[in-house]
């Protein structure tokens, strides 16, 4: 498994902002930024960002050298992997906002609604400010399926720092 540093999540969040791409990190670089801490390797920097902001997201993806699709099985227009060749991997989940403030995931037809707060939390990676999904909606975005043993690791951590139940999924 190639791992991707602290360092190489700040500086690929750089090269977004620099285009002026509001990106959220998802995924275990939330709850690690929730955390304010590092607590464990990943493989990947989840990304939620908006569909509209595509050509920058690209354009700064690309000074990162991280330019290449890597085929994934499930790969959607509104969620995909570009990588480097080498250890960067991004996974991108792209929504739209909605006329009622709400935002827009998946296709029109079986697409999900949730509110714009999901992904206004707000944490640290590597002492850096970040903007990251909101505890509890990292909960819910890690449930619906079988639990890995890194979901099981980064749901107790997120659960016990901010008071929340830990999924029935997720008991020993």
Not at 74 to 86: I, K
Not at 115 to 136: D, F, L, N, Q, W
Not at 160 to 168: C, D, I, K, T, V
């Amino acid at each position: 498994m190639h791992t991707m540093s602290a360092a190489d999540a700040v500086d690929l969040l750089r090269c977004l902002e620099a285009h002026d791409v509001p990106v959220c990190l998802g995924g275990g670089w939330a709850v690690d930024a929730l955390l304010g801490e590092q607590t464990r390797e990943h493989s990947d920097l989840d990304l939620w960002a908006p569909a509209a902001r595509l050509e920058g997201l690209f354009a700064g993806l690309a000074e990162a050298a991280v330019d290449r699709v890597y085929p994934w099985p499930g790969d959607r227009p509104w969620n995909f992997v570009l990588h480097d060749g080498a250890r960067r991997r991004v996974d991108l989940h792209l929504y739209e906002p909605r006329p009622d403030g709400d935002l827009h995931y998946g296709s029109a037809l079986d697409g999900v609604g949730f509110p714009a707060a999901a992904v206004a939390g707000r944490g640290r990676i590597a002492g850096t400010e970040v903007r990251c999904e909101a505890p509890e909606w990292s909960l819910r975005w890690h449930t619906g399926y079988p639990p890995r043993p890194t979901d099981h690791h980064d749901m107790s951590r997120l659960c016990r720092r901010f008071n929340l139940p830990l999924p029935e999924d997720f008991s020993d």
